[in-house]
């Protein structure tokens, strides 16, 4: 299985998705990892190359309403619309059911149990294998 | 070289990346795909780019990658990590340092895990190239694993090898053991603006300098730095191996790698090459005949057998040798050997 996990907005601090990132590898997954401060233009074009199953957004910035929505539309118009896309990191609950409305698959806040998400990964991807 | 069209006309870049990902799982469907564009490849230079972790082999690459865009070349990049020996999964990271190339539609980037497999790059590493090939990316780099001294699989796959060293990572003994250094074709030394990179690259130079051909066998050309190829799939045929340094993180030296690889091209198409992807072409179809009858076999031998055999290597009653062997004697006596004995 192959996930991207990227981190957009212009916050540096990437130490959540690198335990995430470790989490998953653990889990037996193939993280392409791309680094701090990416556009959505750029993971969309990232998780394309990629042939991702799944996409994971590590965002601190506060610019989430903004970012992951796009992220979601770009990968739609690159014919991606089904590879589910989740996040992490600081968004508050209000903020939750837009976002959801808007593409995002699932949240998860400070201090989720990181079998949780590898759960939910196992859970959201298609089987491959045509 | 002329520029052909954007490699999208037949193959949509969503095509492509699934294409790779069914040869790396070794998916039916995709290996027909691939078969069946196989005869649109051959076109591509395939460059090899390996070294040790943290030698800046990814900037590196992407530092050639801008410049041979600006020239107009069409580039693809196949970048593998190490998958882990525990869980199988990994972390591929080789895109942070690619970021500016995410969104030019002329260049594809894949991350590859090496799935275990050794020798520094995937097994599926040469049918991803041939993919990217048949797509039409006119410069293929291939980016092996952070590499120590062994790990030469690569100068099968690669038309050209660039070996990328960074200063103080060794004495001049280390610059002369077998393995890594033979099979370049272009050796980079990269950082060349730390303490130790002139030291690095006179070590370089005069480890070339000894394995260079006897003056008889070369006619006496003074100064040829050819290194005697231990690879097979490799010849040297009159190739200069050049030292060039480079700053990779400010692009200082890149015009001179892209024009040294240029140049290796040129002199493969003058005659060099046509051993050297005979001789890789044989190590392929070698390597496949092998796992085939690998396969084969062991779907005809017995479990309990197989098990009763490793059982007795561990109770030291037999060398692992001798248990190959009888399995090989069940074999070839064939059918006879009823299933399920």
Known sequence: MRILIAKPGLDGHDRGAKVIARALRDAGMEVIYTGLRQTPEMIAAAALQEDVDAVGLSILSGAHNTLLPRVVALLRQNGLGDVPVFAGGIIPEEDIPDLKAAGIAAIFGPGTPLAEIVQFIRDHTRPRHS | ?341
């Open chain 2, 1 to 341: 070289m002329p520029s052909s069209p954007l490699p999208t006309t037949t193959l949509t870049r969503r095509d492509l990346a699934r294409l790779i990902t069914g040869i790396e799982n070794g998916d039916a469907g995709a290996l027909r795909t691939l078969r069946a564009r196989y005869e649109q490849g051959g076109r591509a230079h395939i460059v090899g780019v390996t070294g040790a972790p943290g030698s800046g082999k990814s900037t590196l690459v992407a530092a050639l990658t801008r410049l041979a865009r600006s020239r107009g070349r069409t580039v693809a990049i196949v970048s593998v990590d190490p998958s882990s020996p525990f869980s199988g999964g990994a972390i591929l990271g080789d895109r942070i340092r690619m970021r500016e190339l995410f969104e030019d539609e002329g260049v594809f980037i894949r991350s590859m895990a090496n799935r275990g497999a050794p020798g520094g790059i995937a097994r599926a590493t040469a049918d991803v190239a041939a993919a990217l090939d048949a797509a039409g990316y006119e410069l293929i780099f291939i980016e092996t694993v952070g590499a120590g001294q062994a790990e030469v699989e690569v100068a099968r796959v690669a038309d050209t090898v660039v070996v990328v060293e960074a200063p103080g990572l060794g004495d001049d003994i280390q610059a002369i053991k077998a393995g890594i250094l033979e099979i370049a074709d272009i050796l980079v030394v990269n950082k060349a603006d730390r303490d130790g990179a002139e030291r690095t690259a006179s070590a370089l130079q005069a480890a070339l300098d000894l394995s260079m051909p006897s003056a008889s066998a070369t006619g006496g050309h003074h100064g040829a730095g050819s290194l005697r190829r231990a690879v097979p799939g490799t010849d040297d045929g009159g190739w200069r191996v050049p030292v060039l340094k480079t700053i990779a993180t400010e692009g200082n030296g890149i015009e001179a790698v892209l024009d040294a690889i240029q140049r290796h091209r040129q002199h493969l198409a003058q005659g060099a090459g046509v051993q050297r992807r005979a001789q890789g072409m044989e190590h392929e179809v070698t390597t496949r005949l092998r796992d085939l009858l690998l396969q084969q076999a062991l779907q005809q031998i017995a479990p309990a057998r197989f098990r009763a055999l490793v059982e007795a290597c561990i109770a030291r009653e037999l060398h692992p040798d001798d248990a190959a062997r009888a399995l090989l004697d069940d074999l070839s006596r064939g059918q006879e050997q009823a299933p399920g004995r």
